[in-house]
């Protein structure tokens, strides 16, 4: 397994930005794909954004697409979602994971195997 620590998360306006970040260690970061997941009171954990670790596809949720970008550092065994155009729907607990996995299969939530211990994001309309 490998240990995750989220930060960045906080309170901000609608229409505002924030960028997570996300370091991990313990394991070959290079070789995790790494996902972004949320759960908002009273609602299942979805899926927001992931990035490979074999060729660098991202993928993102329908609801955050051309808001939120995945990427990752491997120099620094880090991923950042940044977060723009923030809305108060956005509003969750953010969690980061790590998959052995790639492809398309990073969008479930069953493929990963370490979960950091997420960050609060708290967008005001």
């Known amino acids: 397994q490998v240990q995750l620590v989220e930060s960045g998360g906080g309170l901000v306006q609608a229409g505002g930005s924030l960028r997570l970040s996300c370091a991990a260690s313990?394991?070959?970061?290079?070789?995790?794909?790494m996902g972004w997941f949320r759960q908002a009171p009273g609602k299942e954990r979805e899926f927001v954004a992931a990035?490979?670790?074999?060729?660098?596809?991202?993928y993102y949720a329908d609801s955050v697409k051309g808001r939120f970008t995945i990427s990752r550092d491997n120099a620094k065994n880090t991923v950042y979602l940044q977060m723009n155009s923030l809305k108060p729907e956005d509003t969750a607990v953010y969690y980061c994971?790590?998959?052995?996995?790639?492809?398309?299969?990073?969008?479930?939530?069953?493929?990963?195997?370490?979960w950091g211990q997420g960050t609060q994001v708290t967008v005001s309309s």
């Open positions: 313990g394991r070959t970061f290079s070789r995790s794909s």
């Open positions: 994971a790590a998959s052995y996995y790639s492809g398309s299969s990073v969008r479930g939530v069953r493929v990963y195997d370490s």
């Open positions: 990035i490979t670790w074999s060729d660098g596809s991202t």
